[in-house]
């Protein structure tokens, strides 16, 4: 896959079709300046104001906005909210969609052919292997992102956490938690 990358990266490059050093920057940006830590500060929000909640609801895209997240691979978003009853997770069947803006570049994982085949077919044996277990009285839904749609998943917020500011909270939520495969961290535990 990295020779055939490299191979088509080369052949545009010479016909001029892109320019290697504003592939560079567009890495380097992802890679280093945007990171699950937007997406954190996001679920912070949705869990202390219940009107952004609402309008995250209803309106993701214009909602992530607000908090300057926008850009490339995140221009239409919709958010999933997780609670007792059902518990949501993200796959990109076909290759390995995901919402830059919120949550950076996609992990190995993520872009396996065995994450992307068994999330959809076990997705309760895949949480095990993330060591979530839920409750069988949870349901798991499974949400395949494509080129056009991006989700983000709002994780439960934890027990305990009451009158927390946003800062506080965006500590306790992990990027697994985002794309469904972690829960957002307890109150106490290592970070
Ligand atoms: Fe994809």
């Not at 990358?5 to 592939?23: H, I, W």
């Not at 990171?35 to 202390?48: H, I, L, Q």
């Amino acid at each position: 896959m990295d020779l055939r990358v490299r191979a088509l990266e080369s052949v545009l490059t010479q016909k001029g079709y892109v320019d290697p050093a504003a592939l560079d920057a567009l890495i380097d940006t992802y890679q280093t300046k945007i990171g699950p830590r937007n997406g954190a500060r996001v679920v912070a929000k949705a869990w202390s104001d219940p009107q952004f909640a609402d309008w995250l609801a209803s309106d993701a895209t214009a909602a992530i906005a607000s908090l300057g997240f926008t850009g490339r691979q995140g221009e239409h978003m919709v958010a999933v909210f997780n609670d007792a009853d059902q518990h949501h997770m993200v796959v990109c069947t076909l290759c390995s969609c995901y919402p830059w803006p919120v949550l950076g570049l996609p992990p190995t994982w993520y872009k396996s052919a065995p994450y992307r085949s068994r999330a959809v077919r076990d997705p309760r044996g895949v949480l095990a292997e993330f060591g979530v277990t839920l409750p069988d009285t949870t349901a798991i839904r499974v949400w395949d992102s494509t080129a056009e749609l991006r989700y983000l998943v709002i994780p439960r917020r934890p027990a305990g956490t009451d009158g927390w500011s946003e800062d506080k909270l965006a500590d306790l939520v992990t990027r697994d938690s985002m794309i469904g495969t972690g829960l957002a961290r307890q109150p106490g535990s290592a970070s």
